[in-house]
């Protein structure tokens, strides 16, 4: 997920530097292995952008955490007072999934079935703990059957959005302004990954379905070539990257501390922020083409009807 900063944010120091996304990430992982040890856990993993390490500034922290049934209240309670502030005093957000093991076996939790195929293909061995979550974790059947309307539901949800984004306060100093454009960029990449995964246009690596930004990004490019949609997706990706080249700038400067390098690059920084503010109509007509797209692609056929012949008299 792409965090967007105001500038006085970056000045405060209130982001989450790829330093501190690494020092969290060895954090997390040593405060599951206390669980484990504890006997309170049978399964922990990191999954998401820095297990597959594609994580940049501002990226936020995934985490599955599988606790023994009778420890659950115990588990949670440490999550929220021990793991949070631990991770969250780096200024990483940390996004925890928790769940007891008899509800991963039974398969009522609530880890959507797009969410379990990123959780197979992101686990690695460095950054789980206890028994594997692939082993543990059930996807019900229905669920299963279910897959395609959970995807539909995420775009047409994602279309509704971005309706609303058409006339989105635009006041900089108000905390919506920022979440309006980490939305315009986030959910476009999960709206086409959605797109990809109901298609089964995803290429594999080792087995695994690749889920990166990167490949999304030119799958759907070449499956839908030369279309609006296509071409909003290639801005958006363009405007996103634009962004994180400036945080890196805007960053380091403010690290220097030179007072001629900071003032270029808060003036960078300010126009990448413009720049996505420009795409947002490109989000928005993205999140509406898919939306058609499925509507089409789901639209019941019609029924023929049998013409019978007339009787003569």
């Known amino acids: 997920m792409v965090q967007i900063y105001s500038w006085q944010d970056l000045e405060k120091g209130n982001y989450s530097s790829r330093e501190?996304?690494?020092?969290?990430?060895?954090?997390?992982?040593?405060?599951?292995?206390?669980?484990?040890?504890?006997?309170?856990?049978?399964?922990?993993?990191?999954?998401?952008?820095?297990?597959?390490?594609?994580?940049?500034?501002?990226?936020?922290?995934?985490?599955?955490?599988?606790?023994?049934?009778e420890k659950q209240a115990l588990v949670e309670k440490y999550l929220t007072r021990v793991f949070k502030n631990s991770v969250e005093n780096l200024k990483v957000k940390p996004e925890i999934t928790h769940m007891n093991s008899k509800e991963a076996r039974s398969g009522y939790h609530s880890l959507s079935p797009l969410m379990f195929k990123l959780l197979k293909s992101d686990v690695g061995k460095k950054t789980t703990v206890g028994t594997d979550p692939r082993k543990l974790v059930r996807i019900r059947k229905l669920d299963l059957?279910?897959?395609?309307?959970?995807?539909?539901?995420?775009?047409?949800?994602?279309?509704?959005?971005?309706?609303?984004?058409?006339s989105f306060d635009k006041a900089h100093d108000?905390?919506?302004?920022?979440?309006?454009?980490?939305?315009?960029?986030?959910?476009?990449?999960?709206?086409?990954r959605h797109i990809l995964d109901m298609r089964k246009a995803l290429p594999k690596i080792d087995g695994k379905t690749d889920y990166r930004k990167s490949t999304v990004v030119r799958v759907y490019a070449e499956l839908f070539k030369g279309s609006p949609a296509a071409k909003s997706l290639q801005r958006i990706a363009e405007a996103s990257a634009n962004y994180q080249n400036a945080l890196r700038g805007a960053t380091e400067s403010l690290k220097n501390g030179n007072a001629a390098n900071i003032a270029q690059a808060r003036q960078e920084?300010?126009?990448?922020?413009?720049?996505?503010?420009?795409?947002?109509?490109?989000?928005?007509?993205?999140?509406?083409?898919?939306?058609?797209?499925?509507?089409k692609a789901n639209r019941p056929k019609p029924i023929k009807r049998r013409i019978l012949p007339r009787l003569r008299k």
């Open 20 to 69: 501190n996304l690494e020092t969290a990430r060895k954090i997390a992982i040593s405060l599951m292995q206390k669980l484990h040890e504890r006997g309170w856990i049978e399964s922990a993993t990191i999954f998401g952008s820095i297990a597959r390490k594609e994580f940049s500034l501002g990226s936020d922290l995934d985490v599955l955490i599988i606790s023994k049934p």
């Open 145 to 166: 059957a279910r897959d395609k309307e959970s995807h539909l539901a995420a775009v047409i949800n994602a279309a509704r959005k971005g309706n609303i984004m058409r």
């Open 174 to 192: 108000r905390p919506e302004y920022y979440q309006n454009l980490q939305f315009a960029i986030d959910r476009v990449i999960n709206n086409a």
């Open 269 to 295: 920084y300010e126009k990448a922020l413009s720049g996505i503010e420009r795409i947002v109509p490109d989000s928005t007509k993205f999140f509406e083409a898919n939306a058609r797209l499925v509507g």
